[in-house]
T-cell receptor
Framework: GAVVSQHPSWVICKSGTSVKIECRSL??????MFWYRQFPKQSLMLMAT?????????EQGVEKDKFLINHASLTLSTLTVTSAHPEDSSFYIC??????????????FGPGTRLTVL | AQRVTQPEKLLSVFKGAPVELKCNYS??????LFWYVQYSRQRLQLLLR??SRESIKGFTADLNKGETSFHLKKPFAQEEDSAMYYC?????????????FGDGTTLTVKP
């Protein structure tokens, strides 16, 4: 159980275009989903916390107008990279927290999406 | 603000040797500590959490509040343990669930 999927697994786009990445919890309801960036051989950088039915909370330094997050249901959150530029190329990972987990803050991770902006 | 430090970026041991991946944290409240592992070409997955006090794949980790540490240990490393390991901290008894991750340690177990 507790599987998180991401789509697409990789995407190549031209500079200036927008790209949408989906994150789905397949067998549980996720009150909270998180979006991370991971640079090569580096740690996860939390970008934002996405709560179902409310606005996302962005970390300091993350442009909310550039990285649009929508958490329309308990099983789906989307990250849209608007007007993408080469510096946005990265590995984007989502994770989800099971709403039934109570006080435990374990996160279930998606497989990640490799974005390459030409 | 909370902070997680993994002082070793790379760690290499021989098969059968003991291994310890260090993790130190700073947080004034009650933390919830985790170890996540990422095997080659796989997603991050939970290895263990301090609340459960469990042993997974032979790994254990004890929360030492005095030293603010949560080191990951295994008495006899195996080649399949080669992976990237992340220590993470969350705030206990909150609904936010946000975690702070360390920079990770790449463990290589040589035959």
């Amino acid at each position: 159980g507790a599987v998180v999927s991401q789509h697409p697994s990789w995407v190549i786009c031209k500079s200036g275009t927008s790209v949408k990445i989906e994150c789905r919890s397949l067998d549980f309801q996720a009150t909270t989903m998180f979006w991370y960036r991971q640079f090569p051989k580096q740690s996860l950088m939390l970008m934002a916390t996405s709560n179902e039915g409310s606005k996302a909370t962005y970390e300091q330094g993350v442009e909310k107008d550039k990285f649009l997050i929508n958490h329309a249901s308990l099983t789906l959150s989307t990250l849209t990279v608007t007007s993408a530029h080469p510096e946005d190329s990265s590995f984007y990972i989502c994770s989800a927290r099971d709403r039934t987990s109570g006080r435990f803050n374990e996160q279930f991770f998606g497989p990640g999406t490799r974005l390459t902006v030409l | 603000a909370q902070r997680v430090t993994q002082p070793e970026k790379l760690l290499s041991v021989f098969k059968g040797a003991p291994v310890e991946l260090k993790c130190n944290y700073s947080y004034s409240g009650s933390p919830e500590l985790f170890w996540y592992v990422q095997y080659s070409r796989q997603r991050l997955q939970l290895l263990l959490r301090h609340i459960s006090r469990e042993s997974i794949k032979g790994f254990t980790a004890d929360l030492n509040k005095g030293e603010t540490s949560f080191h990951l240990k295994k008495p006899f490393a195996q080649e399949e343990d080669s992976a990237m390991y992340y220590c993470a901290l969350s705030l206990l008894n909150t609904n936010a669930g946000k975690s702070t991750f360390g920079d990770g340690t790449t463990l290589t177990v040589k035959p």
